[in-house]
């Protein structure tokens, strides 16, 4: 489709071994990079040009460019994962591809073509394999995105664009085990309204959910969960997460999604796989009442949230002004415990899933 080719200027300063092993040793989320990016630009007139691999750099913008003004911006995150014979694997890199083009369409930004989004994601992670972490559960988190670079101030959709790739390595997410987390339920923010943008991976969601995530820290609470903008009253997602609940009866629960909701890979692999266990999975709505209902009544056994960084995360407390409780005994439950597992050991290529879901890189 593309005949375009990637001009590979690797970086003449790579991190030393040395240095390299000592950021690697227990790297935070998203605070480490490694030596190389990939950058890849669009004009109205030129089309997608300019695809390069690049030492990472500081890029120059000019403090008129349009998505510094108006967030004209999309991301998307997925992992490389070790496999047991050294090799290296993404996951599901062609859903991130689709959904980055469906994030662009909505925010009126050019449609990247599939293969050259999972291409300039191969192509960094082969270059940087050496910051691939070992440890237990680490990986390294690649984060493309795209931003508006046209230098106007008429707020409009921009003409011209930059395409971007860099790699963090990341340590297991959460540590210490089964403990759940606490949630905050958000009264007084919303995340996304119907004909809004919380079907798209963009920063400007983001940006308008840190005030309801400062307000759970001020609670107590390490997470928020929002409720839908017209009712007030369906459980949505996190912040960055998507959400299940399974029930007594072995079923799983989760919002369909309508339009409001991060349609999360990861979310739709614990379907796939759940469904192969032979588990009933709903997509379908759940009240914030009925949730605190079902909790205490013991009907509800278990609820957990999921994402690429996370993986899965067992929820443990619910509060907020109107509600406040505990789910089982607090910890992570036996399906979620044996979801996670079920994913990280097809990501990490423990064992074989569906078919196309391990992208294997060397
Ligand atoms: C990225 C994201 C998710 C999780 O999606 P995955 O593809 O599973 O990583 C969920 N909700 C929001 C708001 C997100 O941005």
């Known amino acids: 489709m593309s005949d375009l080719t990637l001009d590979m200027?690797?970086?003449?300063?790579p991190a030393s071994a040395a240095e390299r092993t000592a950021l690697l040793q227990n790297p935070a989320f998203g605070r480490v990079f490694t030596d190389h990016m990939i950058t890849l630009r669009h004009t109205k007139e030129r089309g997608w040009h300019d695809w390069r691999l690049e030492?990472?750099?500081p890029l120059a913008l000019d403090p008129a460019t349009l998505s510094l003004h108006y967030a004209l911006e999309i991301f998307e995150g997925l992992k490389a994962y070790r496999l047991p014979d050294g090799g290296a694997a993404l996951f599901r890199p062609d859903a991130n591809a689709r959904r980055f083009r469906a994030s662009a369409e909505r925010m009126a930004m050019p449609l990247l073509p599939e293969e050259l989004f999972t291409d300039s994601v191969r192509a960094l992670v082969r270059t940087d394999r050496a910051w691939i972490p070992t440890a237990e559960g680490a990986s390294l988190y690649l984060r493309p995105f795209m931003i508006g670079t046209e230098?106007?101030?008429?707020?409009?959709?921009?003409?011209?664009?930059?395409?971007?790739?860099?790699?963090?390595?990341?340590a297991s997410y959460f540590k210490g085990?089964?403990?759940?987390?606490?949630?905050?339920?958000?009264?007084?923010y919303t995340?996304?309204?119907?004909?809004?943008?919380?079907?798209?991976?963009?920063?400007?969601?983001?940006?308008?959910s840190?005030?309801?995530?400062a307000e759970g820290e001020r609670e107590g609470c390490e997470q928020v969960v929002f409720l839908d903008a017209v009712e007030r009253r369906w459980v949505e997602e996190l912040g960055g997460m998507n959400v299940f609940f399974v029930f007594d009866d072995g079923a799983l629960q989760t919002p369909p999604l309508t339009g409001t909701i991060l349609p999360g890979i990861t979310r739709?692999?614990?379907i796939t796989l759940a469904r192969g266990m032979g588990l009933t999975v709903r997509e379908e709505p759940y009240a914030i009442d009925q949730w605190q209902a079902d909790a205490q009544s013991g009907r509800l056994r278990e609820a957990f949230a999921c994402g690429t960084a996370a993986v899965v995360a067992p929820i443990g407390h619910v509060k907020g002004r109107r509600h406040g409780f505990v789910i089982g005994n607090g910890e992570a439950g036996p399906v979620a415990t044996r979801l996670k597992a079920a994913l990280t050991d097809i990501q990490f290529g423990r064992t074989s899933g569906p078919q196309g879901w391990l992208d294997r890189l060397f």
């Open 55 to 57: 030492p990472r750099q």
């Open 151 to 170: 230098v106007a101030l008429p707020p409009k959709p921009a003409t011209e664009h930059l395409f971007c790739v860099i790699a963090s390595p990341v």
């Open 210 to 213: 840190l005030v309801a995530q």
């Open 191 to 208: 995340r996304a309204a119907p004909g809004g943008t919380g079907a798209a991976k963009c920063g400007g969601n983001y940006a308008a």
């Open 268 to 270: 739709d692999s614990l």
């Open 9 to 13: 200027q690797q970086t003449a300063q």
């Open 177 to 188: 085990g089964a403990k759940g987390v606490t949630l905050w339920v958000s009264e007084n």
